[in-house]
Every structure is written in C-alpha cells, then in structure tokens.
C-alpha cells in the first residue's frame, strides 16, 4: 500500500513541476487558438498516471539536477534524512537511482513512521472524492429521468438551466426546455464538437487523475484551467466552419448565461465556464497560419516531449547479484579500485561530487566492498535476510535510496544453517593486528565487570539491527575512542557500540527503551570497533 | 380543484394519457418509449406520481386521467397570465397580437366568447 502511495506522490510532484511548465506556457501561448493550450494539458496528465517516464537528455527535469554533494554518513534511524529518501523524484536530486523494492519501503517505514498513515489519508481521500462523484452522477441521472427525447441524442429535461452533456459510452445532450431558434442551433453546435472531440472521456480522465492526486493543489488548478481551454478551444472549433457566425453565436452565450444561476451542478454545462472569458476569446479569436502555426505546434510538441521524459532512469528492477561463498558479491572483490568495480559491476552508480567519483558502495555480504584510493565517507548499510523470500537485500545508508537484491538459491528455513553452510568454507584471513587493539567482545553481568573476550576475525557475529539480524565480520568492526566507557555503568540489557566511518560516529543503543544517543568521536586511522553486551539475569 | 403545478414532462405525459385513455398501462409504457424515450420504471414511477397529485390513475392496469385537458390548460393559462401579466388578460392580448392585427375569424370569435363570459 505504502508503495502505491510513495509512486503517486512521486507522479504528483512530477506532475507539479509539468503544470508550472504548462501554466508558464500558457501565458505565452495567449495570442493563440485555445487548442494549443488545451492539448499541453495532456502532458500533464501523461506525468501524473505514467510512474516513470523515457530518460532522455532534453528532459524539463533536467533544469532541476542539482550538483550532487557527497553524501554525509547516515544511519537509518534519521528522520532527516528519511523524507528526502521517502519521496524521490525524477530529476535524481536526491539519489541517481530511486525505487521502491518491498524491502526499501519496509525500512524507509521503519524510519518514517508517518507513512503508513499518510497512505491511508490519502487513500481515504480518494474514496471520498469517488464516492462524491459517484452519488452526484447517479443523483444527476435521477433527476434527468423524466427527460424527453427531441431527436437521436438530444434530450429536453425540465428543472435544468444550462445544457450539459451526460452520459457513457455515448454523452446524450440535455437541454432545457424553452431553448430555440439560434439559441438551440449554436448550443447544439457546441456540444456536438463536444462529442466530436471526445471531451467527455478527457474530462473523466481528468477528474479520474484528480481523484487520485487530490491532495495536490497544483491538480486542482490544472483540472480547472484544462476545463476552460476546453470549452473555449470547443467553441473555437465551432466557428472554424462559421466564422461569419461569431456575433451570433457569442449572443447565444450571452442568452443562455442569463437563464444559468450561480451555480450548475452539471459536469460539462454550456453556461459554466466563465461566460465573459468565452465570448472575449470568441470575438478575439483567428486561426494562426502560416509560420505562427508551425511555432506553436513545435513548441507544443517540445515540451510535451520535455515533460514526458526524466533526467534519469527511474524505476529500476531490483539488481540481482550472487552471492558468493567468500563473501563476495557478483563480480566485486575486495580491494578494487573504482575502475575495476565499474567495469565488474556496470550496474553500479557512481555519483559526481566536487571531490571527484565517489562510489556507491555496494556491500556484499554484510561486509564492505571497500573502493581504495578514497577516503571514502563510508555510509551505513545493513543487510536485511527476508527469511520468507530467502532474499538478502542490501541496502546502502537509507534504505530507500538505492537497493540490491542478493539472492540466495534457493529457501532458508534455518538462517545460521544456510549461511553457514554458504560462508563456512573460507579461507582464513591472515592480518597484520600488530600496534593494534584487538577487537572485545564483552559480555557479564549488568554491573561491571566485565569479561573481555578476543573476536576472532575471521568469525561472523550477530549484530542486532533494528528489524533484522545481520552477521558482521570481526574485521570489520572499527575502534572507539573509549568515550562509551560511561555508558556501562547503566541497567541495559544490552549495549550495542560501533562506529562507522572515519568520523568515527558512535551510536549507542539501548534495547530495550530504544533510545539512541549518538556520540561523535575523533577516529583516526584504521579503528576497530568494541562490541559490547550484557547479559540480562 | 387544487391548481396543479405541472412541469413539462409531466404536462406531456398526462397529455399522451388524454390522447389514449383508457390506456393500458404495457400499451402506455409502448407510446412513452416511441414518444418521449422513456423506461418502463420510469413510466409506472410517473404514473405513480401524478395518481399522488390526483391527476391520474391506475386501475387494475389501466390508467386513465382524472382531470380533462381543458382544466389543465385553463390553470395553465390562468397561472401564466397572472405570473407575467399580473392577471391582465387585456395585457396578455396586447403582447399576444403584438402589433398585427386580428382576422376577421378571430375577432368573431373572440366576441363569442366575451359575449358568452358576460353572460356568466
């Protein structure tokens, strides 16, 4: 559901960016036959049901890219940094390659609380605005039951002030009854260049699309202002086959406004649009030709084109890479530099920055793949085990950003048995520790003291994430600079420290309350990290 | 009588009554969907609705009329004649003819019926 939600949201701030393209356009296009402005709309509407659109390099989002900056270490339990990753958006402003895995979204909403409740307002809002649709139609053909056939299509229908069309799959034209002579010729005229043109199903479309974005102001305003460029470009085409009947047919207007009150219920009612608009455009109006036409319909088509394209790819499928028995992932080894790891994986993205390339890390099997030659501000993964999927997703800083299904063959019942028996066979790893603190692993009673105990290296631990085990690799784990020593002093159950990165950032987490405090210490140097527990009674 | 305020789609419907009662009421519901384009729900909901006003009614699935044409028309008349002309029925004449004149059969007959009123 959450899913849905997120493609809506990303369709409607595409969208948003298209309408302001459009209203933009529009002003230019004043001069012009309402067509042209009429048939930008459909851009518009292509952005808010299309979830992604052809990447290509004339795209309008291009104009949107900011210079990406290097990306700060994160951890996911930042609410900050949770929206940026909860709406991504076409033009790669926040990540070059956004999607939206199952797994990704269950993580972004673990961090962004919020979002299962705003799916379900929006939702909500959907069904109210159905369910107004659907009671005022059938109240509306209720009422219009008593209506009498005048000829194929056209209806007379006491208690109606405007004439309107109505129905599906063929509109039937209401009219009031009283309407004659030029009148009843132009109104008939215009509506049937209604039908003509298919305008019923565009405003349905419309309204359809406006449903689903409700919540989208920019939605609303494009809904109203589509409406009038099509019924001024409707009235347009009416006279494009009498031009001398302009006056005429502008007083018919005039005529028919006066009968109409304030307000009409009806969906596409002759009277409703603003009347003093229409007869303006009316009396104003003349075909564009020669060179004039041929601009208008290039820049139509340009941006139409523009709009409908991203500055980048979207909505990629979730990258499937093996996981191999040494812990590496696909073609990855350790100790690549960027260039190789681009040539070994294509699949992955590397992002510009003022600094120079700085890789994505991909992280295989719940270790780094680490790129040398930059002192890479490493940003947290954590790898999810789906036991249900017997899928690993690994996932870089916030989940939502960027993420790589590991797939092991085939279903683990026992995720120890399985992964041992992928990653048990290894060669041991032979590192030079000496000048080194060697990694703790405490673990005693709640008071102090505690036992010291050496991790192997090459052993895999169980590191407690917030909705997943994961293994972590002794190797990996990093010292602190010991300012978590007065933590221990407290009643935990469990104190978990590590520290990410160069800036060593440590974060310490009670379990059982839940309360994070972050501590930034100066690392320098390789550190190893301290992993602390305690054992509860 | 009570004076009946009829729309247009009632008027014409108690009209196709007056020209084919007593109807039947399958018969009724035939003419309406070749005349005015009708369902048959919606004809038995009119028919429904005009018996509640005391204009028609359906007996044993015949429907007939209980009001004549002529007393419609005449509260028909009466009602335009007083919302537009204020009650003037001179005033009505006047805007009627608008400025042409009458003929020869009209003027008689319009003195027939004067004379016939006075009478009353």
Known sequence: ?537 | MAYHRLCESDYRFLSLIWDHEPVNSTELVRICASELGWKKSTVYTMVKKLSEKGLAVSEDAVVRSLVPREEIQRQESRSFVDQTFSGSLPGFLVSFYGGKGISEEEAAELEKLIREMKRE
């Open chain 1, 1 to 537: 559901m959450e899913r849905i939600f997120l493609c809506v949201l990303r369709m409607s701030l595409a969208a948003g960016v298209v309408i302001l393209g459009v209203l933009f356009l529009r002003l230019m296009l004043r001069p012009a036959p309402k067509k042209y402005s009429y048939f930008l709309w459909v851009a518009a509407a292509y952005r808010l049901c299309a979830p992604a659109g052809l990447v290509a390099p004339f795209s309008l989002f291009r104009l949107l890219r900011r210079p990406v900056t290097a990306v700060a270490v994160r951890a996911p339990f930042e609410l900050r940094s949770g929206l940026e990753a909860v709406i991504p958006d076409p033009a790669g402003v926040a990540h070059p390659a956004a999607q939206t895995t199952r797994a990704a979204v269950t993580a972004a909403a673990a961090s962004f609380p919020w979002l299962r409740l705003l799916a379900w307002v929006w939702l909500a809002g959907v069904a109210v605005m159905a369910l107004y649709s659907l009671l005022s139609g059938l109240l509306l053909r209720r009422n219009l039951r008593t209506a009498i056939r005048q000829e194929e299509g056209v209806w007379r229908a006491s208690g109606i002030s405007a004439p309107f069309l109505l129905g599906f799959p063929r509109p039937r034209i209401y009219l009031p009854w009283g309407l004659e002579g030029a009148d009843l010729e132009n109104v008939l005229a215009h509506e049937r260049a209604h039908i003509r043109r298919g305008d019923p199903w565009w405003r349905f479309l419309g309204w359809t699309l406006l449903c689903l974005h409700w919540f989208n102001p920019l939605c609303w305003l494009a809904y109203f202002l589509m409406g009038r460029d099509m019924e001024l470009s409707c009235d347009e085409a009416v006279l494009a086959h009498w031009e001398e009947k302009r006056e005429d047919y502008a007083r018919s207007l005039l005529h028919i406004a006066a009968r109409v009150g304030p307000h009409s219920p009806a969906p596409l009612a002759f009277g409703e649009i603003g009347v003093k608009q229409r007869v303006a455009n009316i009396m104003r109006w003349r075909r564009l030709r020669g060179w004039t036409r041929v601009l208008a319909v290039v820049l139509c088509g340009l941006f139409f084109l523009a709009a409908a394209t991203d500055a980048q790819a979207l909505a990629l499928p979730p990258r499937t890479l093996t996981l191999n028995a040494d812990g590496t992932v696909g073609a990855l080894r350790w100790g690549m530099t960027v260039e190789e790891a681009r040539a070994a994986c294509p699949e992955l993205t590397f992002v510009e920055s003022d600094g120079g390339v700085r890789p994505w890390a991909v992280y295989a099997s719940l270790s780094e793949v680490r790129f040398q030659g930059y002192p890479a501000e490493v940003t947290f993964c954590f790898m999810q085990y789906e036991v249900d999927e017997g899928i690993y997703s690994a996932s870089e800083g916030l989940p939502l950003l960027f993420s790589y299904e590991i797939v092991i063959p085939g279903y683990a019942q026992d995720l120890t048995e399985k992964l041992e028996a992928i990653l048990g066979p290894r060669e041991t790893h032979q590192r030079d520790l000496s000048g080194q603190q060697p990694v703790t692993y405490v673990e005693g009673a709640p008071r102090p003291p505690y036992e010291e105990r050496v991790l192997p290296e090459e052993e895999w631990y169980w590191h407690s994430g917030e909705s997943a085990a994961d293994l972590v690799r002794a190797e990996d784990l990093r010292r602190t600079v010991p300012a978590w020593r007065g933590m221990t002093d407290r009643e935990l159950l469990e104190v978990w420290c590590y520290t990410y990165g160069w800036d060593a950032r440590i974060r310490l987490r009670h379990s059982w309350d839940g309360v994070d405090t972050a501590f930034v210490a100066a690392g320098e140097g390789y550190a190893y990290q301290r992993l602390l527990t305690e054992k509860a009674e």
